[in-house]
């Protein structure tokens, strides 16, 4: 894809539209993949006073000082604030620290469930990594945004393992079962951007190049847009600008997550 004066890739856009997420103050629980990007660019653009965790131990409150292909890297080891154990940053989360947390998901389903752990193609059942702590962020950060490849597959009416609950069966299901997150806030894909009205996904913007009719079309079920709960209309995802794309560059360098 490309704007007046650059080129840049989907996950390039979706690295931009993540970073967004995270507002300046937050305390963010960091992933693998492209969320090791997007901290990165949040708290050298807008959020300068954001503070990473990441299920290794490491905390950070600045981009690493070089490319980093996991979380456990020596880049983002060096000139932490802290280095400690899993322990602590899973206990930051149980006290209610963590203000967003990044997913990522092989199936999500209307009200934000997702599944990591297993899938059906055709009779086979394929088995997936599992949970690790996506369960501990999906039910103890104030709110999660989640990333994935926008593939009509991995939208299903009820996922087939409920590895991490979003809104579970309705939007009081996490009152009900004393689930203390705040759930699903955000579902950014290759080609779109979305959020949650009363616990169920709606369409919030299309990136550029891509029609309404043609996100719809990826799901079984009637998708509701921005438009349908009386909050504007369904526009284009804010390209990623100049300044962004050449930090999301230096971060990676090589496109290794981004390309």
Not at 71 to 89: E, F, G, H, Q, R
Request: proline residues 4%; negative net charge; hydrophobic residues 35%.
């Amino acid at each position: 894809m490309a704007n007046d004066n650059h080129e840049y890739t989907d996950r390039e856009l979706m690295v931009s539209a993540a970073a967004r997420g995270i507002e300046d103050g937050d305390v963010a629980f960091v992933g693998m993949r492209l969320p090791l990007i997007a901290f990165q660019l949040a708290v050298s653009t807008h959020a300068p006073n954001a503070l990473s965790v990441f299920e290794s131990g490491v905390v950070r409150d600045d981009p690493a000082d070089g490319f980093i292909h996991t979380m456990y890297d020596l880049p983002n080891l060096n000139c932490a604030v802290s280095t400690t154990d899993m322990i602590d940053t899973m206990s930051r989360l149980q006290r209610g620290d963590v203000d967003i947390g990044f997913l990522g998901v092989a199936e999500i389903d209307r009200r934000g469930n997702l599944n990591t752990t297993r899938v059906q193609a055709d009779e086979r059942e394929i088995r997936l990594p599992g949970s690790s702590g996506a369960c501990d962020i999906a039910n103890m950060a104030g709110r999660t945004v989640i990333l994935m490849a926008h593939e009509s597959r991995r939208f299903v009416e009820d996922v087939h393992y409920n590895t991490s609950p979003g809104y579970g069966e309705s939007e009081e299901w996490r009152t009900e079962n004393d689930v203390t997150g705040g759930g699903p806030d955000a579902l950014v894909t290759t080609k779109a951007t979305f959020g949650f009205y009363n616990g169920e996904l709606f369409l919030k913007t299309t990136h550029p190049g891509v029609s309404v009719n043609e996100v719809q079309a990826d799901f079984p079920w009637e998708l509701q847009t921005i438009g349908d709960i009386g909050q504007g209309k369904v526009e284009e995802t804010s390209e990623p600008t100049g300044r962004e794309l050449s930090l999301i560059r230096k971060f990676d360098p090589e496109g290794f997550w981004t390309q």
